[in-house]
């Protein structure tokens, strides 16, 4: 029976790459010099350090354009609040990988509603569409593009 996989991944070579150039950006505009201005990636957490709050705004902006850039879905990412003291500010972006629990249930429930002749089933992260034809199954990956949904989706492993 034909099946797919609905996932969200993102490629940590990419966004790697993307955080190296935003480094290196920094590094060379004029009104960054000397400031200490820089980003950290640690796990699936990029780290912003500056000295004020505007600075971090411009190096938000300058990671979104460079990942952005690379390929890297900006659905991903969540900005947390940033923290300033009197000699710094710092903001943590995290990248989020996987489908959650909440939004697996939405994609069963899109496709259950959508009275196409598949079944959605939740297996971990990643969410197990099958059915009888083809055609029902490309249905079903368009009707999941189009749903607003607040995490990039990816379909992979499609077996016929």
Same mark, same amino acid.
């Given at each position: ?5 609905? !996932?969200?991944?993102? =490629? ?10 935003? =480094? ?13 201005? %820089?980003?950290?990636? /640690? ?5 912003? +350090?500056?000295? !004020? ?22 659905? %991903?990412?969540?900005?947390? /609040? ?8 710092? +903001?943590? !972006? ?17 496709? #259950?509603?959508? #009275? ?8 971990? /992260? ?9 055609? /029902? ?18 379909? =992979? =492993?499609?077996?016929?």
């Amino acid at each position: 029976m034909p099946s797919f996989d609905v !996932v969200s991944e993102l =490629n940590a070579h990419e966004v790697a790459n993307g955080v190296d150039q935003a =480094n290196r950006e920094i590094a060379q505009r004029f009104d960054f010099k000397d400031t200490g201005a %820089c980003f950290t990636l /640690e796990g699936l957490t990029v780290t912003l +350090q500056a000295q !004020v709050d505007f600075q971090l705004k411009q190096m938000l902006e300058i990671l979104k354009l460079r990942l952005g850039r690379r390929g890297i879905d900006l659905k %991903c990412l969540e900005v947390k /609040e940033a923290q300033l003291t009197l000699s710094s500010a710092r +903001q943590q !972006v995290l990248l989020r990988q996987g489908i959650d629990a909440e939004t697996a249930k939405k994609v069963t429930r899109l496709i #259950k509603d959508s #009275k196409l002749k598949i079944q959605g089933s939740i297996q971990g /992260e990643k969410v197990r569409v099958t059915g009888k034809q083809r055609d /029902e199954l490309q249905a079903a990956i368009g009707l999941l593009r189009a749903a607003p949904l607040d995490l990039p989706l990816q379909f =992979n =492993n499609f077996r016929d």
